[in-house]
């Protein structure tokens, strides 16, 4: 006996079949033809990601190039990620920016700090860079983001300044933020910078871990005394 669908049914049950639970997905996508379709499609190596983000000109495969990079380069991916920053496609700028944000790519620190400082860096890309900074602790940058807090006339992007100056929490700019307070009053100036005092104050104040060297590992070991064996 056949089975009649009504109409629609026939894509309704299509569609459904992909609608896996979790464990479906990974397993689906941990597949080796998907693995093999993944690689044709978006590239397999950090070189190959490198040619698509450069040379192609499709603007999807790119982002793809920069999304591949971002989760899967690692180290090797900081450089034409910073490389990206200065593309000519927002898109394309905005997605490298974050991703060096959630590497915590110190490396990137000196680029971004520099796209703050370009007039012709749009309001939306300066933000994502401070949020960026905000997630890399290094505090070689404190100083000029200190500054740019000091100088800048959209006092949202003081704001996210002083917020990344607090994620950072480097004790040597805690006078000049408590400076900003008074000089930029405003009640969400007034939270960021009372927030970032606290971190550093809280940061400045805790015990410092002490890393054992290999010389004193290797004498706590040598001072176990041995399991007897029965």
């Not at 991916?77 to 490389?83: D, G, Q, S, T, V």
């Not at 790519?105 to 370009?118: D, N, R």
């Not at 000029?144 to 100088?151: E, G, K, V």
Request: aromatic share 4%; proline share 6%; charged share 30%.
């Amino acid at each position: 006996m056949k089975i009649k669908l009504f109409p629609g049914a026939a894509a309704a049950l299509l569609a459904s079949s992909f609608l896996l639970p979790a464990s479906g997905q990974a397993q689906f996508t941990d597949h080796p033809a998907m693995q093999r379709y993944d690689r044709v499609a978006k590239g397999a190596n950090v070189e190959e990601w490198k040619r698509r983000l450069t040379e192609e000109s499709d603007v999807k495969t790119r982002l793809d190039a920069v999304e591949s990079l971002g989760t899967k380069g690692g180290t090797e991916a900081i450089r034409p990620l910073i490389e990206a920053t200065a593309d000519s496609d927002i898109r394309i700028r905005i997605k490298a920016i974050d991703y060096l944000g959630l590497m915590k790519a110190k490396e990137a620190t000196p680029a971004l700090m520099q796209l703050l400082f370009l007039s012709d860096t749009g309001r939306e890309e300066k933000l994502r860079v401070l949020t960026a900074l905000s997630r890399i602790p290094d505090p070689t940058i404190s100083v000029r983001l200190l500054n740019y807090a000091r100088t800048v006339s959209d006092q949202e992007l003081a704001c996210h300044a002083v917020y990344a100056l607090g994620e950072i929490s480097d004790p040597n700019v805690r006078d000049g933020i408590e400076e900003l307070r008074k000089t930029r009053p405003g009640p969400d100036m007034d939270r960021l910078a009372s927030d970032a005092l606290v971190k550093i104050d809280t940061r400045r104040n805790a015990p410092k871990l002490h890393e054992p060297t290999m010389l004193e590992l290797e004498r706590k070991m040598a001072r176990q005394p041995e399991k007897k064996t029965r």
